[in-house]
């Protein structure tokens, strides 16, 4: 069966500061990855996603994700937050299906 | 623009009810996807098409009902059945399920029963 963990359930970090978003995966084949963010009260955006090749990709507003097989783990970063990239954040693995992660939510200080 | 839009975005519904959210997609996609969203639980899969006049239960199908009878629209509706219908509820849709293609989201129905 799938299954996707997100260890942080809550991550607060300052203006500028780099992030990282950890994601695990349970899945017996080659697994489709995909990170989205939620701004409260909105449906889910892409921000990128992994199939297969490089297992470095880029997305959106500056994110980008690795893959790492050994580790089960597709964990997304960015270099440096902004204010605005305060939000939920799922990691989703496709198998059979969609299977979402529990969520990590960001907070961002001024 | 080509999108999903749901309606209403806000629903309030008495105890005993049942209820019907909207979903329509003007993508042209085969695959819609219904999902239920509580906070620290991520979002759970309730049904499922792959193509019109055909539909899967997902994680959590029970106390709900859907129907494809066009290829944009995917109605799901609350019955009185679910015990816990409040939620916050997303509609998505993709090319075609097998794809690898993403799912794009509707901005979702919240739901509250009074």
């Known amino acids: 069966a799938q299954s996707v963990t997100q260890p942080d359930i809550h991550i607060t970090v300052s203006e500028g500061a780099s992030l990282e978003l950890r994601c695990n995966y349970s899945y017996g084949a080659t697994p489709y990855l995909f990170w989205y963010v939620q701004s409260p009260g909105q449906g889910l955006q892409l921000l990128l996603k992994?199939?297969?090749?490089?297992?470095l990709v880029q997305g959106i507003k500056g994110f980008e994700a690795e893959f790492k097989r050994s580790q089960s783990s597709f964990n997304l970063r960015k270099p440096s937050v902004h204010w605005s990239d305060a939000a939920e954040y799922f990691c989703?693995?496709?198998?059979?299906?969609?299977?979402f992660g529990p969520g990590t939510r960001l907070s961002v200080l001024p | 623009d080509g999108g999903i839009t749901q309606s209403p975005k806000y629903l309030f519904r008495k105890e005993g009810q049942n209820v019907t959210l909207s979903c329509e997609q003007n993508?042209?996609?085969?695959?819609m996807y219904w999902y239920r969203q509580d906070p620290g639980q991520g979002l759970r899969l309730i049904y499922y098409s792959q193509i019109v006049n055909d539909f899967q239960k997902g994680d959590i199908a029970e106390g709900y009902s859907v129907s494809r009878e066009k290829k944009e629209s995917f109605p799901l509706t609350v019955t009185s059945a679910q015990k816990n219908p409040t939620a916050f509820y997303l509609c998505a849709s993709r090319t075609r399920a097998g794809s690898t293609d993403t799912q794009y989201f509707g901005p979702g129905t919240r739901l509250t029963v009074l």
């Open positions: 989703a693995v496709y198998g059979q299906n969609f299977v």
């Open positions: 993508l042209n996609h085969d695959a």
């Open positions: 992994y199939f297969s090749g490089d297992t």
